[in-house]
């Protein structure tokens, strides 16, 4: 969404999609709150304001959906913009929680209330989910097959997994 070229692509694919299904893509998006769209703002040169409004325009041609993409503080004094993704070997959910509040808020200040999620590096763990239930999340898209440290290992072999786009309840 950052970038303007793949906004643009973007924007026509949404478009295009409805044309021919009759029914709106779902798109899981970041952000401005999640630090690695904040290095994107600062790559490609657009505001915060400006991505709002992109993705405003978006939500009137997609659902919008939550990308959890969450990172602990850098500690590289040679490289401010060094992130570092929270997984299960630095798991810190009071970042993630405090992250999640400020995306949400962000999210209904816009008008927007997903209810779909996809975990950034399909990530998760019992307290992101019971968090993501409490923001109103219904659907996710995180479980993959043949991964490890993956959330539906938990609950279901990977060769029970349904293939690609087919829903199933855990």
Not at 66 to 94: C, D, E, M, R
Not at 133 to 156: M, Y
Request: glycine share 4%.
């Amino acid at each position: 969404i950052a970038n303007e070229s793949i906004f643009d692509k973007l924007i026509d694919f949404c478009k295009k999609f409805f044309d021919y299904t009759h029914a709106k893509v779902t798109l899981c998006v970041t952000t401005p709150y999640c630090p690695q769209t904040q290095l994107q703002l600062d790559e490609f040169n657009i505001t915060t304001q400006e991505y709002t409004k992109r993705v405003k325009s978006v939500s009137e041609l997609a659902e919008i959906g939550y990308h959890g993409h969450f990172f602990t503080p850098s500690t590289s004094l040679s490289n401010k913009h060094a992130l570092v993704p929270i997984n299960h070997l630095n798991y810190n959910f009071q970042l993630i929680s405090e992250q999640m509040h400020a995306e949400f808020k962000w999210f209904r200040e816009q008008g927007m209330n997903p209810i779909t999620y996809v975990a950034g590096w399909w990530f998760l763990t019992d307290d992101i989910i019971a968090e993501l239930e409490g923001f109103g999340i219904r659907v996710d898209c995180s479980i993959r097959r043949n991964h490890t440290n993956s959330f539906g290992e938990k609950f279901v072999e990977d060769n029970k997994i349904p293939q690609r786009g087919e829903p199933f309840i855990l």
